[in-house]
C-alpha cells in the first residue's frame, strides 16, 4: 500500500477522499448514499467544531450509538485531528457507561437517541460537549430523554446543529498525527467479567487492516453489509478502515439485524464481504437447514452416509448463497470458535467462508486466509508483519499459550500499568490467554481459553469449549456451558424448545408430561455426548438452563456469570 505514506487513518481518509471522491461511501439501507467527498466533507466539519469546543490533540471522545454512517464519520473526525475516540459498548448498563466516561477523562460525546438515557444522569467533571450522533445536534446540558424524545418527535428545531464546513480544514495538520498517535480507547467487556481500556496507536489499526488487505481482495466495487457491533474492533477495523482503505461502500441497517430486517437488505445490497461471529450462522444452520434434513426420516438416514450428505450440503449451500443475494465472495467469522458441524457444513456446501483470529488487544485480526485458504477447526495463518508462538508447548500435543507480536498489538491498558505487565513477557509477547497448537504447514488451532481449562481427576486438561462444541451440535440443544461442581463436571443446556416443541409438541402437554420428555432428552443427551468425548472429560450430570445464556458483543457466554 505504497499510496499510503504514514500509518495514519489522516493518511487513509485523505488517500482514499481522493483516489474514490465520487464512489459512495457509507450509507443506510434504501436511503442516499454518501460519497468519499462528502464523507470527508462531514468529517472536517465535526473535526472543526471539536476544536472550537476545546477539544485539542490528545483529548478522548466517546461514542456511544448503534451503527449508523454518522458512527463512522465521527470516529474519523476525532482520530484525524489526533484526538482518541473511545467507542462504548451500548450493551453497558448506565453506570458502566459512566464509569468509562470518567476513568477516560473524556471531554465530548456523541450520542444517539436511542442511547441518551444510558447518559442524562451523568456526573462527569471532564464531559464538556454532548451531540445527538442521529443528525450532529448539540444537546444542551440538563437535557432529559423524554424532553430529548419530544425535541426529535418535533423535528430538533430547538437544538443548533453543527454547520457544514465549506471552508477548508482547520484541525491539525497531517504531521502532527504520527504512527504511533493513540487512535482509540477500547473497554472490553470479556467473559471474564473484567472491563480494561484497550490502548490502540493508528498503526495498530492501520496495519492489522493493510496486512487483511494482503491477506483477502478488496477493491472499491467491494459492497460491504454490516451487521456487527462498531464498537468493537472486528467491525471498526475491519468493517470500516478496511473498505475505507480501498474505496468500497458499507451499508447499514437502520434496525437490529433480526431475520425480518437482514432477509430483504440481502437481497437488495447484494453484499460481496460480510463480517459475522459464529452464532448467526450456526443459528441459521440449526434453525433453518438442519431442520430440513431431519423433516423426513428417509433424508435422515440419508444424511448420515458421507456422500449423501456432501451432496445435501451442495444443494443447500447453493440455496443459501441467494438468500445472501446471490453475489457473496467472502463471510468472515470470528470473535469466537465456530461450530464443528456447522463449519462441516460451509466447507462441504462450498460457501464462501472465512475465519479468522484474534483480540481487541491486537487490533483485531491475527491469522486467517481467504475463502480458498480455509482449514477445517483451524483459525488460519499468521498474517503479514505479525509473529505467533507456543509457549511451553505439551511435548505430546504441542499445546501452549499463544504470544503474539507485531505492529497491530496494542500499548497497553489504559491507566493500568500493572495488567499491562502481567499480559507481556518480559521480552515483549503479548500473553492472549488462548492455548493453541501450530500445525507443520503453519495453521493455528485455538483449542480454548487458559483460564477455562479445567484439571481433571486424573490431573488431564479437560477444554471445555470443545465439548460445548460438540453439544451444540445436537438438535434439542441451543447453547451449552461445561463448568465443574465439586469433582464434576456439569452440562449447563439451554434447551432448543421450538425443535423439541415440534417433535414431540410439549407446549400441549401439562407441565408434569412436558418435563417428563424434557428429563428423557437430557438423560438420552448424556449418554449421546459421552461416546463422542475423551473418557476423561465425561460429563457427569445435565443442568437446564431456563434462560439464554448472558453474552458479549462478540456473543461469547460470560463464563464468569456462571461458575460455581
Known amino acids: 500500500m505504497s499510496e499510503l505514506k504514514k500509518m495514519t487513518l489522516l493518511h487513509v481518509l485523505n488517500n482514499s477522499a481522493e483516489k474514490f471522491a465520487d464512489r ?27 476544536k472550537d469546543e476545546g477539544v485539542i490533540a490528545g483529548d478522548k471522545v466517546a461514542i456511544l450509538s448503534e451503527n449508523q454512517p454518522n458512527w463512522g464519520i465521527v470516529y474519523f473526525a476525532i482520530t484525524t485531528m489526533g484526538a482518541i475516540a473511545v467507542p462504548i459498548m451500548t450493551e453497558f448498563h448506565s453506570t458502566e457507561v459512566h464509569h468509562i466516561l470518567r476513568h477516560s477523562e473524556s471531554k465530548a460525546i456523541f450520542v444517539s437517541a436511542k442511547y441518551f438515557n444510558k447518559i442524562e444522569d451523568a456526573d ?38 453543527i454547520k457544514e464546513a465549506a471552508l477548508k480544514f482547520v484541525g491539525l495538520l497531517p504531521g502532527q498525527v504520527e504512527e504511533d498517535s493513540i487512535a482509540l480507547i477500547l473497554y472490553t467487556s470479556g467473559t471474564t467479567g473484567h472491563s480494561k481500556g484497550v490502548i490502540l496507536t493508528h498503526k495498530n489499526i492501520v496495519s492489522d487492516a493493510l496486512s487483511t488487505l494482503n491477506m483477502v481482495h478488496v477493491d ?22 478496511v473498505p475505507i482503505i480501498k474505496g468500497a461502500s458499507v451499508t447499514y441497517l437502520d434496525k437490529p439485524p433480526t431475520a425480518a430486517a437482514l432477509l430483504p437488505a440481502l437481497l437488495k445490497v447484494k453484499p460481496t464481504v460480510m463480517l459475522a461471529v459464529p452464532l448467526i450462522i450456526e443459528k441459521i444452520f440449526r434453525n433453518k437447514i438442519l431442520p430440513e434434513f431431519n423433516k423426513k426420516a428417509i433424508v435422515r438416514g ?8 456432501k451432496r445435501l450440503h451442495k444443494i443447500a449451500g447453493k440455496k443459501l448463497m441467494q438468500t445472501f443475494g446471490g453475489e457473496l465472495e467472502m463471510f468472515c467469522i470470528g470473535g469466537a470458535s465456530l461450530a464443528a458441524d456447522v463449519e462441516r457444513f460451509l466447507n ?59 505492529p497491530n498489538v496494542m500499548k497497553g491498558y489504559y491507566r493500568d500499568p500493572e495488567k499491562t505487565k502481567e499480559v507481556f513477557t518480559e521480552d515483549g509477547w503479548f500473553k492472549s490467554g488462548d492455548l493453541g497448537v501450530i500445525d507443520k504447514d ?11 481449562v479445567i484439571i481433571g481427576p486424573n490431573g488431564k486438561n479437560i477444554y471445555p469449549e470443545e465439548i460445548e462444541s460438540i453439544i451444540n451440535e445436537f438438535p434439542y440443544v441451543a447453547e451449552s456451558l461445561v463448568i465443574t461442581r465439586g469433582d464434576q463436571l456439569i452440562a449447563k443446556i439451554y434447551p432448543n424448545f421450538d425443535e423439541i416443541d415440534q417433535e414431540f409438541k410439549i407446549q400441549r402437554l401439562t407441565e408434569p408430561k412436558a418435563r417428563e420428555i424434557i428429563n428423557k432428552i437430557f438423560s438420552d443427551l448424556l449418554i449421546q455426548i459421552n461416546t463422542r468425548v475423551n473418557t476423561f472429560s465425561r460429563i457427569n450430570k445435565i443442568v437446564e438452563q431456563r434462560e439464554p445464556f448472558e453474552k458479549t458483543p462478540t456473543q461469547k457466554i460470560k463464563r464468569y456469570l456462571y461458575v460455581e
Open 24 to 50: 459512495p461511501a457509507v450509507s443506510f439501507l434504501d436511503r442516499p448514499k454518501i460519497t468519499y467527498r462528502e464523507f470527508k466533507s462531514k468529517v472536517d466539519s465535526i473535526s472543526s467544531f471539536l
Open 302 to 309: 440419508l444424511y448420515k452416509i458421507p456422500t449423501v450428505r
Open 220 to 241: 472499491s466495487n467491494t459492497r460491504f453489509l454490516s451487521m456487527l457491533p462498531l464498537f468493537h474492533t472486528i467491525e471498526s477495523t475491519l468493517g470500516l478502515v
Open 348 to 406: 462441504e456446501a462450498g460457501f464462501p467462508y472465512a475465519i479468522g483470529y484474534g483480540l481487541t488487544e491486537t487490533s483485531p485480526l491475527v491469522t486467517g486466509t481467504g475463502p480458498q485458504g480455509v482449514r477445517l477447526r483451524s483459525a488460519g495463518k499468521v498474517m503479514q508483519w505479525m509473529e505467533v508462538k507456543i509457549d511451553n508447548p505439551d511435548p505430546k500435543n504441542g499445546e501452549g499459550e499463544v504470544l503474539i507480536k507485531g
Open 124 to 161: 462527569v467533571d471532564s464531559l464538556l460537549t454532548t451531540v445527538l450522533l442521529d443528525d450532529f445536534s448539540v444537546i444542551p446540558a440538563n437535557t432529559k430523554s423524554d424532553f430529548l424524545k419530544e425535541v426529535i418527535a418535533g423535528g430538533k428545531k430547538e437544538f443548533a446543529k
Open 442 to 452: 503453519g495453521y493455528l488451532f485455538i483449542k480454548g481459553r487458559s483460564k477455562n
